[in-house]
């Protein structure tokens, strides 16, 4: 799973897309931003294309999924408090006795700031 | 609501066996996965319970009982590189991929010499 960019700061306002890409045929992928001391928060996820639902935290994003191994997260006017690690996972599915939707393949992260 | 609840901190000497545990209180249950997490990388799947009992995958096994909501990491012959975060996750009942995961917030392992 890739992801980019790794590192990017943006004023408050600005409009920023989160990118991330995987290449396993996964069908489902999902957009986490990692907090200190909150865990792992879900704020979007997606089970096919042009499919998505909201997770947790959806307020003040949006996804795209175009295609199948592509989805991103969108940041339509930044605010300080989206200054987070972002993680994008993805899975197979349902396939195989471990379920495949629990077996998540995650990103290396983007490192957003807002100023 | 939903919650799970495992320790914020473990530390442990290498060679020793640590027991990381997690109880959960969710509406619907479909399994428990743990996933490893090492500072400034990314979490990795370590283990997936959808039965009652234990699972083992080489130094980790992983235990779930669902009558009690809870299971636990266990982490044998621990090592220096074994000092990490770690995540117990539940997958919430849903069909085909619609299944949520619902985080803890991490215990982190800390092995010393």
């Known amino acids: 799973v890739t992801q980019t960019p790794k590192f990017q700061v943006l004023k408050t306002g600005q409009s920023m897309t989160l990118q991330c890409a995987q290449d396993m045929n996964h069908e489902y992928m999902s957009w986490y931003r990692q907090d200190p001391g909150l865990g792992l928060r879900l704020i979007y996820f997606?089970?096919?294309?042009?499919?998505?639902e909201k997770g947790d935290i959806p307020e003040g994003y949006s996804v795209s999924r175009e295609k199948k191994e592509r989805f991103s997260l969108i940041l339509e006017s930044a605010s300080t408090n989206q200054t987070s690690m972002y993680l994008c996972?993805?899975?197979?599915?349902?396939?195989?006795?471990?379920?495949?939707?629990?077996?998540?393949?995650f990103g290396a992260g983007s490192r957003l700031t807002v100023l | 609501g939903q919650s799970l609840e495992q320790p914020s901190e473990v530390t442990a000497v290498e060679g020793a066996i640590v027991q990381i545990n997690c109880t959960y209180q969710t509406s619907g249950f479909y399994g428990l996965s743990w996933y490893q997490q090492h500072d400034g990388g990314a979490p990795t799947f370590l283990s997936y319970?959808?039965l009652d009992g234990l699972e083992e995958t080489g130094r980790f096994s992983s235990f779930l009982s669902r009558s009690d909501s809870y299971g636990y990491l266990l982490l044998q012959e621990l090592q220096m590189k074994d000092s990490a975060s770690y995540f117990c996750?539940?997958?919430?009942?849903?069909?085909?991929?619609?299944?949520?995961?619902?985080w803890g917030l991490g215990t982190s392992l800390a092995v010393n010499p």
């Open positions: 319970n959808g």
């Open positions: 997606s089970y096919d294309v042009k499919m998505k």
């Open positions: 996972a993805s899975s197979l599915g349902t396939s195989g006795s471990l379920g495949g939707a629990n077996v998540l393949t």
């Open positions: 996750a539940v997958s919430l009942n849903g069909a085909g991929n619609n299944r949520k995961l619902i």
